[in-house]
Structures are given as structure tokens and as C-alpha cells.
């Protein structure tokens, strides 16, 4: 009993000493993961803490409970325009490209380890996929505003390439173990089923949840308990039959998320609680369930594994996926940087030594030293790497204040609470203002304590709390209405010296520009004629070079594009180039260079302060 009490005291204190040390940590830039793990590794067995861990069935099992919440978490926030926008890409990255990633390290560890080929592609398909968790985690902790395409391609590819890596793995162990001619073709039988099954079983998860939550009658606290249960219970009964479970649970989250249902905010807020919780306890148990000292063997073959994942099997195989989709070099390189190792591989890596695999423990060091070495290089540069690349888009406005609360889905309407911001299209105008909306009732606004009715009402103030009933396909235009006006963009290369709308006849433009455009094209929407010059679907930062000007998107409405920026001289602009990088990477080792000299010039000074005869 005594001994529960204190495994109680232990948990909580190192759930709170993370929250509190990953306060400090994201003022100087570390990234969190990165720090929950230190901390279990600095009570681990080699640390001051002394606390023996080596579970590994433990490990895999809790693994798989908080991989499986942090994917349905992922999936709840993926948008249906961007999974749609890098579904065919992401898909690539998350199947071929993972096979040629692990195929690549795995030559890489043959020569390094002197592991023979089986074993090699071992460790490749260990370390082979993106982490969920780190991509997710670490791209909304950062705050970047990122090109939507890239951004989606990351969080979809993260989000689906579980499958491959486990699939991967699990058969490399077969063959390791059973070494029998028909493993590879019986194995491919078994991918293609739990792959089809995964997806099956998610979309029908996620059908059957949203209609659970609206026909059942439950305490408003029980919607997001039910949504965990149901999202654990799909996991783990794909697994129990075959299908892929890490598959079904993400599709089971995209579905809730993107279907109307009562308990939308609840269930939002709850599973971002618990998908942080869910990270924080992995990254300190796999730290505690590592030995430091057990590393010191393979240390420098896996730190040059890892060096050789991230600078050459990453970005092969990213550029050979994503070479059909026009992506531009440096978003192939923005993705490549961004193929993020975390607790998925350290999780694989049990997988070995739960099977009996002879030399297990090497496939879990390796993983371990290749999560720590792309957390440090690729989790700490994540927002330099953006700017460098040029993927960052200027800073959107803050979001706005809603409420959201929860009325019957046969309603068919919401009811909605906003903040009037000062600087928002709303402030000081007409309450009628908002009644121009199809559809949309005015219940009343809160000023100072009191409610006040729609006709005492001859204005909005700001700081009014106003009260909405309106169907939910006018959220965007009320959000709108209450969003603070975005701050005009200081970096005018970022978007183009002026803006033009989307309707406008590219022609008007092409005239007083003297751009080259057919006679046919010239009454073509400017919208039209940018996307179908682009060849794909547009997302915003998007840019297209006509003759000695780029047509930059700037704002994207249900897949068509809104306005339109335009560049005159991008020539004189600094773009994304080699000489620009090799610029770039001057200036960032200027002051270690500067530092340097000034030490150098310091220490022949000192030694010519001395007599020639105290040199001796």
C-alpha cells in the first residue's frame, strides 16, 4: 500500500516538474519533448534519481495507449481542405517514402554496425517514419504560420505513416526469426489487408461516434470520455483483427472533427489536454526506460546513422515523392528538415526486444540516439529553418473570441458568443449589421454586467460580449466581422507591393503591367488564370513568375483563390537560392567567427606582453 502511495507521489511530481521545466525551456527555444525526455533519463537508472525501469511490455503498452490518443487528437485538428490539399503527397511520403528512407539508413547501418542486411533494414525501418507527436506538437508550440501546403503535408504524412513503420519492423522480425522464402509475399498480403482494414474501420469509427454523440443523452463531461473510449476501443480492435489500428484511429479523429455534432468544443479541449498529457508521460517513461551507459557502445555509429538519415535518406526520399506535385526546392528541403524522429521509433524499437531478437538492445539505442540527435537538430532549428527556407507567411491576426455552446444537431444552428475587439469591421457600427447575414439572429450583447436587448441596441462597443444563434456555415463570415483587421505586412516581399481581387480580369492587369497574355485568357478571372498556371490546388504564399513580375496568393476561400499579391522587381528581392542559403549560413557563423578572431588576437597579445624569457 505504501508503495502505491509513493509510485502516486513519483508520477505526479514528474508530470508537474515537466510542466514547470518546459516553461522555462520554451523561453530559450528547447523543445519540450526533448526536455520531458531528459528528465526521465535524469531519473533514470544512471541519473540522481536511481529509478530502475525495464518493462519493456509496459513500455509498449502505454506507448501504444498515448500514441493512439495523440493520432486521434491529430486527426481531430486536420482540417478536410488540407488532407484533401496533401493527401496524394503525403500518402507517398507516408508509404514509398518511408521504404526508401529505411532502405537508405539500412544500408548505412550495414556499414556502420557490421549487421548483416536483415538486421540493417531492422534499424532502418525502426527509425524509418515521422513522429506524430513531435510533428504535431512541435509545429503548433512554435506558433509558425507556414505555407498551408507544406503544413499539411508534414501533419497528414505524420499522421499516416505509422503503418508503413510498423509494418516494416514486424516484418524484418519475422525474418529475422523464422528466416522462411514466403515471410516477404505473405507479408505484403498482410500490409494491403490492415491497410484497407484500417481505413475501413476509421471512417466507420468516426461515422459511428459523431452519430453516438448526437443521439445519446449524456452529461455534457461523459461526451469527451466517450469520444476516448471509442477512440481506444477502435484502435485496439484493428489491431486484434489485422487492420492497422494507428491508421483507423487518426482517420476515426478526421472524421469527428470535420462532422457537425453537439459536443465539438468539449471534446476539442479535452483530447488537447489529454494528447499533452499523453506525450508528456511517453517522453518520460522511454527516458527512464533508457540506460545511458548501455549507449556508450553504439554511440558514434548511431549519432553518424542519424547525421546520415537526416542529410541524405530524408531528403532523397522526400524529393523523389513530392517531385510529381511541383513543390519548389526549398519546400522539398522546409518537409526534408521537418522529417522529425520521436517516440514512435523508440516505441518500435521495443518491438525487437519483446520478439527475442539476438542483438535487440542495439535497435533500441540506435533509435534512442537517432530521436535525440533529430530533436536537438531539427526540433530547436524548426522556426530558423522556416524563415531560411522561406515558408513562414506573416503573422496571422490573433484568433477571435468565440464561444461556441452546444445545441441539438437538428437544430441546424449554433449559438455563439463573440468579444467585440477594438480594431475589428464590427466595432462602432450597427448591431444591424449583423442581421444582413442569412440566417442569423441577434439574442442580445452583455455590456458592463447587463443584458441588453437587440432594439436598446444602436451600436456595438468595444469589448461587448455578443450573443448569436446562426447556422454554422456563417461562422466564418461572423468571424470575420469580430476579428481583429490583420496588421498590415512590413515585409512587403513576403506578399507583393499591391493586392488585387480574385474576379478581376487578368487582362486590366496584363495591360498595365505589359505581362504576356493570350487574347483568350485576357477576360479569365485573375483567380482562374493564377491556379491553373500553378497546376494544382492553391494554397496562400503560392507564387507564379509572369515574365519580370510573381503573382503571390494571398488569401484561398473553399479551394479557390480570393486575392492575389503582386512582386514588381523579385529580382531585386533576395529569393530562395544557393547563393541566398550560402548567405544566410555566412551570416549565421559571422559572430562564432568574430568571437574567435577576437579570442586569437586576445591570446597573441598576452603571449606578446610576456619577456622571452617567462615564455619558457
Known amino acids: 500500500m505504501e508503495l502505491g502511495n509513493q509510485l502516486i507521489l513519483l508520477g505526479a511530481f514528474l508530470l508537474l516538474l515537466s510542466i514547470f521545466v518546459g516553461l522555462v525551456s520554451s523561453r530559450i527555444g528547447a523543445p519540450l519533448l526533448l526536455v520531458f525526455l531528459g528528465l526521465g533519463m535524469f531519473f533514470g537508472e544512471d541519473g ?15 506507448g501504444s495507449i498515448a500514441l493512439a490518443i495523440i493520432l486521434f487528437d491529430g486527426g481531430l485538428r486536420t482540417h478536410l481542405e488540407s488532407f484533401k490539399l496533401a493527401a496524394w503527397p503525403a500518402l507517398l ?82 525474418l529475422l526469426l523464422t528466416g522462411t522464402a514466403d515471410a516477404p509475399a505473405r507479408l505484403a498480403v498482410d500490409f494491403a489487408i490492415g ?15 459523431v452519430t453516438l454523440i448526437n443521439r445519446l443523452e449524456l452529461a455534457a463531461g461523459l461526451y469527451p470520455v466517450l469520444a476516448m473510449a471509442f477512440a481506444l476501443f477502435t484502435f485496439a480492435g ?18 469527428v472533427g470535420n462532422r457537425r455534432h453537439r459536443a465539438a468544443q468539449l471534446i476539442d479541449r479535452f483530447h488537447d489536454g489529454l494528447a499533452w498529457l499523453a506525450q508528456m508521460v511517453m517522453f518520460v517513461m522511454l527516458g527512464l526506460l533508457v540506460t545511458p551507459s548501455d549507449l556508450l557502445p553504439t554511440l558514434i555509429p548511431a549519432v553518424l546513422i542519424a547525421l546520415f538519415m537526416v542529410v541524405v535518406a530524408r531528403p532523397v526520399a522526400v524529393v523523389l515523392c513530392l517531385l510529381p506535385f511541383r513543390f519548389s526546392w526549398n519546400e522539398h528541403a522546409f518537409i526534408a528538415w521537418v522529417g522529425l524522429r520521436g517516440a514512435v521509433a523508440i516505441f518500435l524499437g521495443t518491438i525487437p526486444v519483446l520478439a527475442g531478437v539476438e542483438n535487440a538492445s542495439i535497435y533500441f539505442e540506435v533509435a534512442f540516439v537517432v530521436v535525440l540527435i533529430s530533436l536537438v537538430a531539427q526540433g530547436w532549428t524548426l522556426a530558423r529553418a522556416a524563415r531560411l527556407l522561406d515558408v513562414e507567411l506573416p503573422s496571422s ?17 449554433d449559438l455563439m458568443i463573440y468579444t467585440v475587439a477594438p480594431d475589428s469591421p464590427i466595432a462602432l457600427r450597427g448591431a444591424r449589421r449583423l442581421l ?9 450583447v452583455v455590456r458592463d454586467g447587463r443584458l441588453l436587448r437587440p432594439r436598446d441596441l444602436d451600436r456595438l462597443e468595444p469589448g461587448d460580449s455578443v450573443l448569436l444563434i446562426a447556422p454554422p456555415e456563417q461562422a466564418a463570415a461572423l468571424d470575420q466581422l469580430f476579428a481583429a483587421r490583420p496588421r498590415p505586412v512590413t515585409d512587403l516581399s513576403l506578399f507583393g507591393e499591391f493586392t488585387f481581387d480574385g474576379e478581376l480580369p487578368v487582362g486590366g492587369i496584363a495591360e498595365f503591367y505589359d505581362l504576356p497574355v493570350s487574347e483568350a485568357e485576357r477576360a479569365t478571372p485573375l483567380a482562374e488564370f493564377v491556379q491553373a498556371r500553378l497546376g494544382r490546388i492553391p494554397s496562400v504564399g503560392d507564387r507564379l513568375r509572369i515574365a519580370d513580375v510573381e503573382l503571390i496568393v494571398q488569401g484561398v476561400r473553399k479551394g479557390r483563390i480570393t486575392r492575389i499579391g503582386i512582386e514588381l522587381e523579385p529580382g531585386g528581392r533576395p529569393r530562395p537560392s544557393l547563393a541566398r542559403l550560402r548567405d544566410r549560413l555566412r551570416r549565421a557563423f559571422a559572430w562564432p567567427q568574430r568571437r574567435l578572431g577576437w579570442l586569437r588576437r586576445s591570446r597573441a597579445d598576452m603571449a606578446d606582453a610576456v619577456e622571452p624569457g617567462q615564455r619558457e
Not at 130 to 159: C, P, Y
Not at 195 to 209: D, H, K, T, W, Y
Not at 238 to 255: K, W
Open 195 to 209: 491497410i484497407a482494414g484500417g481505413a475501413a474501420i476509421g471512417l466507420a469509427a468516426g461515422l459511428v461516434l
Open 48 to 62: 540522481p534519481g536511481g529509478i530502475f525501469f525495464d518493462n519493456y511490455f509496459a513500455a509498449y503498452v502505454i
Open 93 to 174: 511520403l507516408a508509404t514509398i517514402g518511408v521504404v526508401i528512407t529505411a532502405g537508405l539508413t539500412g544500408v548505412a547501418a550495414h556499414w556502420l554496425l557490421g549487421l548483416d542486411w536483415t538486421e540493417s533494414f531492422l534499424v532502418g525501418a525502426v527509425v524509418g517514419s515521422t513522429d506524430a507527436a513531435a510533428v504535431f506538437f512541435l509545429l503548433h508550440l512554435h506558433g509558425l504560420d507556414i505555407k498551408q501546403r507544406v503544413r499539411s503535408v508534414l501533419e497528414v504524412e505524420s499522421g499516416l505513416n505509422d503503418p508503413m513503420a510498423v509494418f516494416l519492423t514486424v516484418g524484418c522480425v519475422e
Open 436 to 444: 444582413q447575414l442569412e440566417g442569423t439572429s441577434l439574442v442580445g
Open 238 to 255: 484493428a489491431q486484434s483483427i489485422g487492420a492497422s489500428g494507428f491508421l483507423a484511429v487518426y482517420l476515426a479523429g478526421l472524421v
Open 397 to 413: 491576426p490573433k484568433p477571435v473570441e468565440r464561444i461556441d455552446v452546444d445545441l441539438p444537431a437538428s437544430a441546424g444552428r
